[in-house]
């Protein structure tokens, strides 16, 4: 098992807009889904793309837990999406508040506006297409990692500078809704 470090805000390679992946099945293209997995799961996070690992490929991964606070509804597989591209968007769009493994290693949230609701398609690590219509955490996390393979960080979304807070603090206040 491989895990990596999570490359931090401020550094370039999470500017740069990823590549396509060619070979799915190539050694290297399987490498860094593997590595995907083990820093997502080490890291206990719900999204990660590969230029948070230093990887320039088109790759992201989900995995939404069980927690105390989560909606049981809201939990989901592990899904892996290679070349994805988001082919709808709702015209109506929620703020949700969001963390990011390479802003202090998801300390820290800030609200974000983004749509409701998506259609994602892409290629699972077998070379199999799927697409998904997605509401939610699961559209939310997907955006965000989407994002990073167009070489953006949350942090240039964030709707009120006045509302960031620490995770605990965020982690509090969900659970006093709940
Ligand atoms: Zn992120």
């Keep these: 098992?491989?895990?990596?470090?999570?490359?931090?805000?401020g550094n370039p390679l999470l500017k740069q807009k990823s590549k396509i992946v060619k070979n799915i099945n190539s050694k290297e293209t399987q490498k860094?889904?593997?590595?995907?997995?083990?820093?997502?799961?080490?890291?206990?996070l719900v999204g990660l793309a590969s230029s948070q690992i230093g990887e320039k490929s088109r790759i992201f991964v989900t995995k939404i837990d069980k927690t105390p606070n989560r909606n049981p509804?809201?939990?989901?597989?592990?899904?892996?999406?290679?070349?994805?591209?988001?082919?709808w968007s709702s015209k109506k769009e929620i703020i949700i508040y969001e963390g990011c493994g390479s802003v202090a290693y998801a300390k820290f949230f800030a609200p974000v506006k983004r749509p409701e609701k998506i259609i994602i398609e892409a290629t699972d690590e077998k070379g199999d297409k799927f697409n998904l219509k997605v509401e939610?955490?699961?559209?939310?996390?997907?955006?965000?990692?989407?994002?990073?393979?167009?070489?953006?960080?949350?942090?240039?979304?964030i709707t009120?500078?006045?509302?960031?807070?620490?995770?605990?603090?965020?982690?509090?206040?969900?659970?006093?809704?709940s």
């Design 160 to 177: 009120d500078m006045k509302k960031i807070m620490s995770s605990g603090e965020y982690r509090k206040m969900i659970f006093a809704k």
């Design 136 to 157: 939610g955490l699961l559209s939310r996390v997907i955006q965000h990692e989407y994002d990073h393979l167009e070489g953006i960080e949350f942090t240039e979304k």
């Design 1 to 9: 098992m491989i895990i990596k470090n999570l490359i931090q805000v």
């Design 73 to 87: 509804d809201e939990i989901d597989k592990l899904r892996i999406y290679i070349n994805p591209k988001i082919i």
């Design 32 to 44: 860094i889904i593997k590595n995907l997995i083990d820093s997502l799961n080490y890291h206990e």
